[in-house]
T-cell receptor
Framework: EADIYQTPRYLVIGTGKKITLECSQT?????MYWYQQDPGMELHLIHY???????EKGDLSSESTVSRIRTEHFPLTLESARPSHTSQYLC???????????FGSGTRLTVV | RKEVEQDPGPFNVPEGATVAFNCTYS??????FFWYRQDCRKEPKLLMS???SGNEDGRFTAQLNRASQYISLLIRDSKLSDSATYLC????????????????FGRGTQLTVWP
């Protein structure tokens, strides 16, 4: 049973389209994170939030943006999708920030 | 320099074998340590935390050596279902005095257990 949900699971979209990847969690966690992972490669942190109205950029330069208006919701938006955005996007949350994270099932994005 | 370095693998072992994974981390301020398991095209899932005293969970044993900045995972009596990628993960505080941290993931070591 998942406590953190990502939609859509798979998305194929054309270049130039605006897309929003959804992430919601029901655990009341303050800390939420977005990671990007290419096949066979490590996870890279692209955005994180330590609470409502708090967002920070991660280690990997990303053309995406995030918002945190509600504790349970942390959507990621790409204003204009490009083929270089093709990847898997994983959302995670944690209660304290120093323990292990719980991950969603991911969104596998393909931009054609 | 990467925060976490792992054995590149892949490891291909028969059922029943014992296999060991190693990992080193570069930041001495790392606070907590984990092993995650990631199945093909799935999300990472927490396998176990790693403590300085060492800890065991069934067939899995994790060790941490802070002086050497080295983490290990030992899997005994390997099962077919153990086939996955194992990620070494460290948590580093965002700044001194903070309780907030971020996880840094290794690239992972792929394990295939064959019958």
């Amino acid at each position: 049973e998942a406590d953190i949900y990502q939609t859509p699971r798979y998305l194929v979209i054309g270049t130039g389209k605006k897309i929003t990847l959804e992430c919601s969690q029901t655990m009341g966690h303050d800390k939420m994170y977005w990671y990007q992972q290419d096949p066979g490669m490590e996870l890279h942190l692209i955005h994180y939030s330590y609470g409502v109205n708090s967002t920070e950029k991660g280690d990997l330069s990303s053309e995406s943006t995030v918002s945190r208006i509600r504790t349970e919701h942390f959507p990621l938006t790409l204003e204009s999708a490009r083929p270089s955005h093709t990847s898997q996007y994983l959302c995670a949350s944690s209660e304290y920030g120093h323990e292990g994270y719980t991950f969603g099932s991911g969104t596998r994005l393909t931009v054609v | 320099r990467k925060e976490v370095e792992q054995d590149p693998g892949p490891f291909n072992v028969p059922e029943g074998a014992t296999v060991a994974f190693n990992c080193t981390y570069s930041n001495s301020a790392s606070q907590s340590f984990f092993w995650y398991r990631q199945d093909c095209r799935k999300e990472p899932k927490l396998l176990m935390s790693v403590y300085s005293s060492g800890n065991e969970d069934g067939r899995f044993t994790a060790q941490l050596n802070r002086a050497s900045q080295y983490i290990s995972l030992l899997i005994r009596d390997s099962k077919l279902s153990d086939s996955a990628t194992y990620l070494c993960v460290v948590n580093i505080l965002v700044d001194r005095g903070s309780t907030l941290g971020r996880l840094y993931f290794g690239r992972g070591t792929q394990l295939t257990v064959w019958p």
